[in-house]
Structures are given as structure tokens and as C-alpha cells.
């Protein structure tokens, strides 16, 4: 018998020629503008770096909150570049990485803000209801500091530190408002009473006389045109009751008393008399009579241009 020599068949490993590198790790303690990349894989210290990029900014102006994403605004942050340098630092480096942005974009937000929270300055106004003076709320005007909130922002943007940012605003005082508006008369012909008016706040009352059925006092809207101290009286012309009467100078006899706050109605104002017995009575031919010193006294706190109400109540 024949011994087989065949040597026996040998079986060879497939050798495999692909080698794998290990993601490289970040030193610790590594900071990138304060997010701990430390002991992170580069990959993760990347998705580390652009998430905290990526959060959202929030603004917030009196008691109303808006939040913005970094993309909007053109963010750009090269996350890789500051690993790789991240990479090669020393234990318990702090680095600063500085994002890029599109400034149009920037500037576009900030006006559309500014837009929204911008106000025009309203005066108050004057109106007369249920016979009393009503003065309506003045509106401060308003514009957003768009200076500051771009600055602010740029910050936030290039930084990632993500911090509230509060909007500042400018205000304009209307030029009306109700400790402006001034004195204000109102003559209720009726109940011949005549009310001084600080705005929409009483300051006093008088009692007055007001024209005669024949000779009524106006009613409306009116304004002090001119004040005068010791008035001379000269006799309307026109009217037939005072036909024969002659100039009267200052003095205790003189129908106007010592003090005269005319009307823009034709000879008519608000006088002293030398008549009191007449106050309290529709007796005048025309005008508002006061006793003396009270005309006086009402007479220091009016003005030209102040506003007359004459109602029939």
C-alpha cells in the first residue's frame, strides 16, 4: 500500500486593511466661551459648541418677552476650528470663540421692533360733558433705543452667553397734559353760579348774576380776550338803555368794579359791580357780575385765552 504524501491543505485568515481612529478627546477642563468641552470627544465638542450657539435669544421690553433664532439673524459659528484648537490645549484652558452673523439681518430685526413698541406722544384734550370740564389721559411718546439693542444683541449673537436682554426706550411728554391744560370757567346761567376749574379739578364756586330774560347771557364756548384793572365803564351805544349814560371811571361808583375779564362776545365779560344785591340774580344786561373781591380774586387766576362754558343748567 501506497502512503499518501500529500501534505495537508492549509486555510489563510483574510487579512482586513481598514483601520479605525478613535475620536480624539478634548482635554479636560477645556472651556470654549464658557461651555465645558472637557473630556468630550471632538464630535461631541462640536455639537457641544453649536447647540449652545443655536439656543434661542430672548429680549424683553416692560412685562412682553420676544424670542429669536440665532439662525434668522445669519449665525455663523465655526465650531470645528475652536475644537481643533481646543484639541491641542492645556488642562483647564478657557478659549474664546467669536460666531459671525449677517448684520442686515440684524439691523431688519432691531427696526421691526422699534416699529412695534414705537409711540406717538398724544396731548390731552378738553371737553366739556354734563357740564363739567372733563380732561382726557395724555400718551407719553415712546422709541425703542435701537442703538443699544443692536449692540446687545451683537453681543449675544457672537458670544452664545444667551442672557435676557432688556430694551431700553425713550419717552417724549406730550405737549398737553391735564396740569397743563390750565384754569377753566363754567357759568351755569340758571342757577347764576360761575366754578373755577384747575383742569378737571374744582377749585371754587361763586355765586353771580347773569343777564336779564331781555338781555340774556350768550351761551357756548367762549375765552377771556382781555383783562383789565380799574376799568373805565363806557355805555353800548347800540343798546337803548344806556341812551344818556356817560363814561364812568375807575372808582366805587363804576358798574364794573375794579376788575374786567372781556369776552369774545360783544360786550360781554366777566366784572365786579357796584350793585351786590344784584348777585345771585338774572339782573345783569349780559354780563357775569361778581361781588368785588371775589372778581378780584378770580381775576389772578385766569388768564387770556382761558375757556368760558355757559350753560343754561
Not at 357759568?187 to 373755577?196: D, E, H, V
Request: glycine fraction near 8%; charged fraction near 15%; charge should be positive.
Amino acid at each position: 500500500m501506497l502512503a499518501d504524501t500529500t501534505p495537508p491543505a492549509t486555510t489563510t485568515a483574510p487579512t482586513d486593511t481598514t483601520t479605525t481612529t478613535p475620536s480624539q478627546v478634548v482635554p479636560d477642563g477645556v472651556m470654549i466661551n464658557g461651555i465645558d468641552v472637557g473630556g468630550l470627544p471632538s464630535d461631541q465638542a462640536v455639537s457641544a459648541v453649536e447647540a449652545a450657539f443655536a439656543r434661542p435669544i430672548t429680549l424683553r421690553f416692560s412685562a412682553t418677552k420676544v424670542t429669536v433664532s440665532p439662525a434668522v439673524l445669519g449665525l455663523r459659528v465655526a465650531a470645528d476650528s475652536a475644537v481643533s484648537v481646543a484639541l491641542t490645549s492645556a488642562p483647564g484652558s478657557s478659549l474664546t470663540l467669536r460666531a459671525g452673523y449677517d448684520k442686515a439681518l440684524v439691523q431688519s430685526f432691531v427696526a421691526k421692533l422699534a416699529k412695534r413698541w414705537a409711540r406717538t406722544p398724544e396731548s390731552s384734550r378738553l371737553l366739556f360733558r354734563h357740564f363739567i370740564p372733563v380732561v382726557t389721559k395724555p400718551v407719553l411718546g415712546r422709541k425703542l433705543d435701537v442703538g443699544k439693542a443692536t449692540a446687545d444683541l451683537t453681543q449675544e449673537l457672537v458670544h452664545a452667553t444667551r442672557g435676557t436682554i432688556s430694551l431700553r426706550a425713550t419717552y417724549t411728554r406730550p405737549a398737553v397734559t391735564p396740569t397743563s391744560i390750565g384754569p377753566i370757567v363754567v357759568i351755569k346761567r340758571g342757577s347764576n353760579q360761575l366754578t373755577l376749574y384747575d383742569g378737571p379739578k374744582k377749585v371754587r364756586s361763586f355765586k353771580v348774576a347773569t343777564g336779564q330774560n331781555i338781555y340774556p347771557t350768550p351761551l357756548g364756548r367762549f375765552q377771556i380776550i382781555v383783562k383789565w384793572k380799574n376799568p373805565w365803564w363806557y355805555p353800548p351805544t347800540q343798546d337803548s338803555w344806556a341812551k344818556g349814560l356817560k363814561p364812568v371811571p375807575p372808582g366805587p361808583n363804576n358798574p364794573l368794579g375794579t376788575r374786567w375779564m372781556g369776552l369774545d362776545s360783544p360786550g360781554v365779560g366777566i366784572h365786579g359791580t357796584d350793585e351786590p344785591a344784584s348777585i345771585g340774580y338774572s339782573l345783569s344786561h349780559g354780563c357775569i357780575r361778581m361781588l368785588v373781591p371775589q372778581a378780584e380774586w378770580l381775576f389772578d387766576h385766569v388768564n387770556v385765552g382761558t375757556p368760558v362754558y355757559i350753560v343754561a343748567a
